[in-house]
């Protein structure tokens, strides 16, 4: 059994990092309004609901597969870590870690959210 939860970890690890750079890793050009000169970006809301929907379902499908705990810390740890990685390779202000950290809090809360409702809609985890 202890094989099988590790196993899961791993690649709910790789496919939460594949969920960040798949929809918005890729991303990393703002857009420069030249009207008001306000830069938005780098992020299209088709992005983010594509993102949170893939992450949606790598939980309730590892919620179901390992169990809500392997749910939640593999897909917080694999997204952040996505995040991280483009942020620091871009970070001119500082604010890297900040953000880090409302993206792993945001992930750990979501991923929880969707872990208990799965597991409670679903029952028990198969491992």
């Excluded at 809500?68 to 952040?80: D, E, F, I, N, S």
């Excluded at 993206?103 to 409702?117: D, H, K, M, N």
């Amino acid at each position: 059994m202890h094989k099988n939860i590790m196993i899961g970890s791993v690649i709910t690890v790789a496919v939460s990092w594949i969920c960040w750079w798949a929809w918005m890793g890729w991303d990393t050009a703002k857009d420069l309004d030249l009207a008001t000169g306000n830069e938005t970006g780098p992020y299209e809301a088709w992005q983010v609901i594509g993102s949170a929907l893939c992450v949606v379902a790598l939980v309730a499908v590892a919620t179901v597969q390992w169990g809500p705990l392997v749910a939640t810390v593999a897909t917080t740890v694999g997204y952040t870590a996505g995040w991280m990685i483009t942020a620091f390779s871009q970070d001119e202000q500082g604010l890297a870690l900040i953000g880090g950290l409302l993206v792993l809090a945001g992930v750990a809360i979501g991923s929880a959210l969707v872990a208990v409702l799965a597991r409670r809609l679903v029952g028990p985890a198969r491992t």
